[in-house]
């Protein structure tokens, strides 16, 4: 069917419309933080005292902070910030873990073994609790804050796999390929690898979600991205105490950005998952 | 002698994104007390559709039944109130199936899954529904049933847990025992037994059994009267002995022929080489069937008037219903 | 004649672990001495209920399980230890088959490329060549060359069987281990599939090892039965004479317990009773001894050996 990418849209829209509203969120947001230095109407670090506080008005449209800087714009300058952070983590974690996940699951013997047990430690500690140590020792700083939030995510993301593979590595037509004389390794990569691949991108989408809160989080605690990176958790973290009464635009705009990106990045998530089943595909 | 079991006309459809799914056509039949019926056909037929149906377990949505009554001595089942259906079930009318192990609950001991289901339809004290729980066991035929009444289904083989399930079904002697695939998924030397203690039980009990099988063995070992289903609808019905001796649709023969025997037992040597006759094609999706006859497509004797139209279900010769235009 | 398939005195224990440190505490027996033999164009059927290892033995045979000790044969060399790279080259002379329509085959690849997949990976031919000769392995097996481009959940269930068929046949085996082929499809479905591997068995003189518990299908489709206990064979004998006057128990109580679909000859009702034993378990002496109603004191203890007792007929049973 040779029809142009617009009938292939609508089709998309069609079918799994939670998705498509999912990549649009997405979508906005990513093009947001691509070009905030176009996108925001003020500068997100020139301070102004008169303005303090101001609630959102024609000027300053979701207000502005203690220091008179314009909440919309360090909104959209903070996207770019907590978007790669959340981005660069959970590619980085569910890369790694993954990777880790197939050769546990496929190898097997004392290799699984050990691996398990190291994630059974890494995970019996509290995700927020390890990115604080790893950023308390590394020292705070934007790439740091990226390996102490994709670490935790590792064990995770390598016992889902594992566990697929695990039962995938059971199945006939995994037999049949090896019964051809096909190497380990190969049918690893073309049998095996890509039937774990819509659960790892369901799983990725979904930890997508909870590394924007981490990273809030650890901002939230001065742990995480320092300044002056305006990062929507230190946005929280400055005014969520003191100014929740008096001035709760502090609070509510970073809260639903953050809401806003963790709840896309799901809807995208799940539909990814069932356009890639062959078995939906008609 | 009345029927215990009376289905007129029932229709149950699905309504789902690709159309809607005709899952059972008007099917009607009967049971007596003490008789086995047999359903009989393939995957999609509609066999198991129709137990459920019969059961009132059809999830609605998507499900439906749109037509037909269920009339278990006189009462209508599809007329009856969600409460009183489910009084009935179990004491009037009990259902086995396929899997033992999905149908026992993994978490409960077999003993009080039967306690369970005898103290929800009998006013009787726990110890008495105990005893009635361990008695059923030894009904079954478990060896120390007390013992086993203590045991969690996955402590059992797949035989002793349908022996757990008819023990259960059968505890408040209801009047009509609906059996879906129950030997299906055994083995061989243990389905003989399973078919073995319905039927005795039955004798006992004088349970109406309405057996669902895809198996004609177990139907000529088991029944008395056969219904024969198609891509939703009944093709043939009659009596077992009539049915396999002289079956009047080109289903019924196709399948006959198509079966290999165990060739001792009829002194008959079967050579190699020697090919079954095949039904050619698939059964029709019942989301898009054909406008005529539904086995038309496969079938060696088709006519255009078989493409036309649908055939009547009508009497062929005494006791013997079929629907086919050409016989 | 050289037999195509030798196997001699098969084993595969697995290792029973307990605690946490995993140590093995026993062994259970899946396969304990099994020998048989499979000629060219001739099929061996394997029956038996479950747990009795037949699986086992199939896979072992195409050493896709490792035996824990045997010998296999394939056209007189020994295989039993060759290493992956020598094993390699071997492996299209045989293919397997298996029961599950479903899961054997890839869900995320293409008809057409699972049929190739045998060619491509052993470096047969172009992508031109390989692509005309899957179209001809579909056309062999009954499928349409359209039906190529197909995912598999696109496929009835005995389409599927007919992929694998294809894909088993891609590279023109000699033996091919059938595992249940059938056993998953509808009755109908059956006599199409079991008639196309009868076929391919005339034309192109293949050797089956038809794994199967329905007896009546393995009676039409083998040459030779071979019944299996719990990871024992007790009986072996060519068809004819193995139904017409089984010798062991067990078979015997196969035979009685297959209901027959023909209402006027009602099958005797004593039936062999208890269950089908786990492996994990079994009996003293004789495995068949606690269900077989021949059974004497020596049974219990002693482990009966296969003997020849008519030619080409053997049992394991103290009283034959």
């Known amino acids: 069917m040779n029809t142009g990418w617009w009938s292939d849209l609508r089709y998309l829209m069609r079918r799994y419309p939670l998705g498509v509203g999912g990549a649009v969120i997405m979508t906005v947001f990513v093009l947001a933080a691509m070009f905030a230095s176009v996108v925001a109407p003020l500068d997100p670090f020139s301070t102004n005292a008169r303005a303090s506080l101001a609630p959102p008005g024609s000027k300053y449209l979701m207000g502005a902070d203690m220091m008179g800087r314009d909440v919309l714009s360090r909104l959209i300058h903070g996207a770019r910030i907590s978007l790669a952070v959340a981005m660069g983590a959970t590619a980085l974690g569910s890369g790694f873990g993954a990777a880790l996940g197939l050769a546990s699951g496929y190898i097997g013997g004392w290799f699984d073994l050990i691996v398990q047990r190291l994630a059974e430690v890494m995970q019996s500690l509290p995700l927020l609790v390890m990115a604080l140590v790893i950023t308390a020792s590394l020292g705070p700083s934007l790439g740091n804050t990226i390996i102490a939030i994709a670490i935790p995510l590792i064990p995770n993301v390598a016992r889902v796999i594992r566990s697929n593979v695990l039962s995938l590595r059971e199945l006939p037509f995994v037999e049949a390929a090896k019964a051809t004389g096909m190497s380990e390794w190969r049918v690893a990569i073309v049998h095996v690898l890509p039937n774990t691949l819509a659960p790892l991108i369901v799983l990725a989408t979904a930890q997508l979600g909870s590394t924007i809160l981490t990273e809030a989080s650890l901002s939230f605690l001065g742990l995480g991205v320092p300044e002056p990176y305006p990062s929507w958790g230190r946005m929280l973290s400055e005014s969520a105490a003191e100014y929740v009464r008096t001035a709760p635009w502090l609070v509510i705009y970073p809260g639903l950005a953050i809401s806003l990106v963790v709840f896309g990045s799901n809807l995208l998530g799940d539909a990814l998952r069932d356009a890639l089943d062959p078995r939906q595909r008609d | ?327 | 004649m050289e037999p195509l398939i030798e196997v001699t005195d098969l084993r595969k224990f697995y290792p029973v672990q307990k605690g946490i440190l995993g140590r093995t505490v026993g062994q259970v027996h899946a396969v304990d001495g099994i020998s048989f033999s499979i000629g060219v164009g001739e099929t061996l059927g394997l029956v038996g209920e479950s747990g009795c290892g037949k699986s086992t033995v199939g896979r072992a045979v195409l050493r896709l399980i490792e035996p824990t000790s045997g010998a296999i044969k394939v056209r007189g060399q020994d295989i039993t230890h060759l290493p992956k790279a020598a094993m390699r080259p071997l492996r299209r002379q045989m293919q397997i088959v298996f029961q599950d329509p479903f899961s054997s085959l890839n869900p995320r690849i293409r008809a057409g490329e699972i049929v190739g997949e045998p060619l491509k990976v052993h470096g047969v031919g172009d992508k031109v060549e390989r692509a005309e000769r899957v179209a001809q392995l579909f056309a062999r097996v009954g499928l349409r060359p359209q039906q190529m481009r197909n995912y598999p959940h696109q496929f009835s269930g005995g389409q599927r069987q007919r992929v694998s068929i294809a894909r088993a046949l891609a590279l023109d085996p000699g033996f091919i281990v059938a595992d249940e082929p059938v056993s998953a499809l509808d009755v109908s479905i059956q006599a199409q599939v079991i008639n196309l591997l009868m076929d391919l068995q005339r034309d192109a003189k293949l050797s089956y090892l038809f794994i199967s518990h329905n007896l009546a299908v393995v009676e039409h489709i083998a040459h030779r039965v071979a019944v299996m206990y719990l990871g024992r064979i007790v009986e072996y004998a060519d068809k004819a004479t193995l139904f017409a006057a089984p010798l062991h128990p067990y078979t015997e109580a196969l035979l009685a317990a297959v209901p027959i679909p023909d209402p006027a000859l009602k099958r005797q009702k004593q039936h062999v009773g208890g269950d089908v034993p786990s492996p994990i378990n079994p009996p003293t002496g004789c495995h068949f001894h606690p269900r077989c109603r021949y059974a004497e004191a020596r049974c219990r203890v002693e482990s009966p050996l296969l003997r020849e007792v008519a030619p080409g007929h053997t049992v394991a049973c103290h009283l034959r």
């Open chain 2, 1 to 327: 002698m009345a029927p215990v079991l009376e289905v007129s006309g029932l229709s149950t459809v699905f309504h789902t994104r690709r159309g809607l799914v005709r899952a059972v056509q008007d099917v009607s039949f009967s049971v007596e007390a003490g008789e086995t019926l047999a359903i009989v056909g393939e995957s999609g037929c509609g066999k198991t559709i129709t137990a459920l149906s019969l059961m009132r377990l059809i999830p609605m949505p998507p499900g439906e039944i749109t037509a037909g009554s269920v009339r278990l001595v006189g009462k209508d089942l599809l007329k009856v109130s969600d409460a009183d259906m489910r009084k009935l079930r179990g004491s009037q009318i009990a259902m086995i199936f396929q899997e033992p192990m999905t149908a026992l609950n993994p978490l409960l001991t077999v003993g009080r899954q039967i306690v369970e289901m005898v103290t929800l339809h009998e006013n009787l004290s726990r110890s008495a529904a105990r005893r009635r729980a361990v008695e059923m066991l030894e009904r079954v035929r478990i060896p120390e049933p007390e013992r086993r009444a203590r045991e969690y289904p996955h402590q059992m083989s797949g035989g002793m847990r349908q022996r757990v399930m008819i023990a259960m079904a059968l505890a408040c002697r209801p009047k009509v025992l609906v059996a879906d695939e129950p030997t299906t998924a055994l083995d061989v030397t243990i389905q003989a037994q399973i078919l073995d203690l319905i039927g005795d039980l039955q004798r006992e009990f004088g349970t109406a059994v309405v057996l669902i099988t895809h198996d004609l063995g177990v139907v000529a070992e088991t029944a008395q009267r056969v219904v024969v289903m198609y891509a939703g609808r009944k093709v043939e019905e009659a009596p077992v002995g009539e049915l396999f001796a002289r079956p009047q649709h080109p289903y019924m023969r196709g399948l006959l022929s198509s079966i290999p025997l165990v060739g001792s037992a009829r002194g008959l040597n079967i050579a190699p080489d020697m090919r079954l006759q095949e039904i050619p094609g698939m059964v029709p999706p019942l989301n898009d069937l054909p406008p005529g006859c539904a086995f038309g497509p496969r079938c060696p004797l088709v006519t255009d008037r078989c493409r036309a139209a649908p055939p009547p279900f009508e009497r062929k010769r005494p006791d013997h219903s079929a629907a086919c235009w050409l016989s």
